[in-house]
């Protein structure tokens, strides 16, 4: 089954610690991104990413970092500098060409700050 | 001024009704328009698109755009209780970045 999966589903972090969210795809999809959805507050672009080895950061990129060493996988590290880190991350890719970008999304990882 | 503003709602409906949900947006530049729908807990799956004006029909769910007021709006006939969700409008405005713009989302209740 083609698609993106990400892990864990729950993650519980003690402050001060960094944590890495996995981010996995076998679409073949060139393009990909990590969202930080916050009850009321819609999908905020954390970073993404349109080729191998290279990304960009989104609206809301401070505190985090990412990889890109291979197509299929883009890992999210929250860092101790992320003020408020307890969020549901979502990770999605999308393929060149299509007119309107859409983007396929995985299930999702809730971080939780203890 | 955000790119996208979209009602939080809730909105909580009865069985049977028609749904409207809407959003504004900003920056008339060549764009396309998406409604993806959010189960409780699930990542958003792409329900409809339309390219910058008109009407889209998907079997009861009618994606609209008024590029006069800049509207956007999701109607959603005969509704039923699967339809229970949040639903996010975005928008994309080409180029280069492959960057999506999203409304803050409005949960939706449809009650038996």
């Known amino acids: 089954d083609g698609g993106i999966t990400q892990s864990p589903k729950y993650l519980f972090r003690k402050e001060g610690q960094n944590v890495t969210l996995s981010c996995e795809q076998n679409?073949?999809?060139?393009?990909m991104y990590w969202y930080r959805q916050d009850p009321g507050q819609g999908l905020r672009l954390i970073y993404y990413?349109?080729?191998?080895?290279?990304?960009q950061k989104g609206d809301i990129a401070e505190g985090y970092s990412v990889s890109r060493e291979k197509k299929e996988s883009f890992p999210l590290t929250v860092t101790s500098a992320q003020k408020n880190p307890t969020a549901f991350y979502l990770c999605?890719?999308?393929?060149?060409?299509?007119?309107?970008?859409?983007?396929?999304f995985g299930p999702g990882t809730r971080l939780t700050v203890l | 001024q955000k790119e996208v503003e979209q009602d939080p709602g809730p909105l909580s409906v009865p069985e049977g009704a028609i749904v409207s949900l809407n959003c504004t947006y900003s920056?008339?530049?060549?764009?396309?328009f998406m409604w993806y729908r959010q189960y409780s807990r699930k990542g958003p799956e792409l329900l409809m698109y339309?390219?910058?004006?008109g009407n889209k029909e998907d079997g009861r769910f009618t994606a609209q755009v008024d590029k006069s007021s800049k509207y956007i709006s999701l109607f959603i006939r005969d509704s039923q209780p699967s339809d229970s969700a949040t639903y996010l409008c975005?928008?994309?405005?080409?180029?280069?970045?492959?960057?999506?713009?999203f409304g803050k989302g409005t949960l939706l209740t449809v009650n038996p």
């Open positions: 990413s349109q080729i191998v080895n290279d990304f």
């Open positions: 920056n008339s530049a060549f764009q396309y």
């Open positions: 679409l073949n999809h060139d393009a």
């Open positions: 999605a890719s999308s393929i060149e060409g299509t007119a309107y970008n859409e983007q396929f």
């Open positions: 975005a928008k994309y405005s080409g180029g280069s970045n492959y960057k999506l713009t």
């Open positions: 339309t390219y910058s004006s």
